[in-house]
């Protein structure tokens, strides 16, 4: 498409044999719709942000996890203190005998689920593996390559043990309470959500909570959840034939007309006029 946008890998990369790099975003500023000459990992340690990934909306914060390809079309908007990194790589430079696209999803046309979370002792043995890989990637040496390559390996295979769908939280049992409430939420998209009633079931202060939710996200538990519901709702608005009524009640409205004021006051433009133009842009 003529003026689409492209990240180059000799813009990123320091050698054309270069395999891995880490290139951190702090923070991550709006950053319009492109595509790579290479793969990334997209790591998200606090802040929240609006990422939109093949034309689908993610409300995302600390602890989300995304496998990018290169093919794949992404955008940020909405950000607000957004700290996150990229680990970008080239697949046809990995020369480490291991079978990559068992941990990779999407890589060599494995089955492809973009969007994951990682929890809070996963996320702290990923930073420690990504400063090392940080650290190898920015040398010069002839065993540089190889080490970045190593802890490529341990990174991916730290990820994959670690992480979870978005909102299973049988996952989270181990994990740390705001684990489990992002994906409570995550999970609650279309019922009602009491904060109260979570805080009984795992023994802590409310109050506690919501200030350790809006330090870690820069967001209210309740524009959290909103927000998800409205990415949701954009999904479906745009990838399905449903009643803008019937969308509502699947995405936690049961009134529909308050809906569509919500929407319109987060997107700006109404569900029906949303749907229209999504689906002829």
Not at 141 to 150: I, R
Not at 185 to 200: D, I, K, Q, Y
């Amino acid at each position: 498409m003529p003026g689409e946008l492209i990240l180059r890998k000799a813009d990123f990369f320091a050698s054309p044999d270069q395999a891995v790099a880490v290139a951190d975003r702090y923070p991550q500023n709006v950053f319009a719709e492109h595509t790579h000459e290479f793969c990334e990992l997209v790591l998200v340690w606090r802040g929240n942000g609006l990422h939109i990934l093949n034309d689908r909306p993610y409300r995302i914060t600390r602890g989300d996890l995304f496998y990018i390809r290169a093919e794949d079309k992404h955008a940020y908007a909405s950000v607000n203190d957004l700290v996150l990194q990229n680990i970008i790589y080239c697949p046809e430079r990995l020369t480490l005998n291991l079978d990559w696209a068992a941990h990779i999803p999407g890589l060599h046309g494995s089955h492809w689920s973009p969007h994951w979370r990682i929890g809070s002792s996963g996320m702290a043995q990923a930073r420690q593996v990504i400063s090392q890989l940080e650290h190898e990637s920015n040398r010069q040496d002839v065993l540089s390559g190889g080490m970045a390559e190593l802890l490529f390996a341990q990174l991916v295979l730290t990820l994959s043990r670690h992480r979870y769908a978005t909102d299973n939280l049988a996952a989270t049992d181990r994990e740390a309470l705001l684990d489990k409430l992002i994906t409570a939420l995550a999970g609650s998209l279309n019922r009602p959500f009491t904060l109260e009633a979570f805080c009984v079931q795992e023994g802590c202060s409310e109050r506690g909570l919501r200030q350790q939710f809006r330090s870690q996200t820069g967001m209210t538990i309740s524009q959290y959840l909103r927000q998800l519901r409205i990415c949701h709702a954009q999904y479906l608005l745009q990838h399905t034939e449903q009643m803008i009524s019937d969308i509502a009640m699947m995405c936690g409205f049961e009134d529909s007309n308050y809906f569509s004021v919500v929407f319109n006051r987060e997107v700006g433009m109404t569900p029906g006029r949303w749907r229209h133009r999504s689906r002829v842009t």
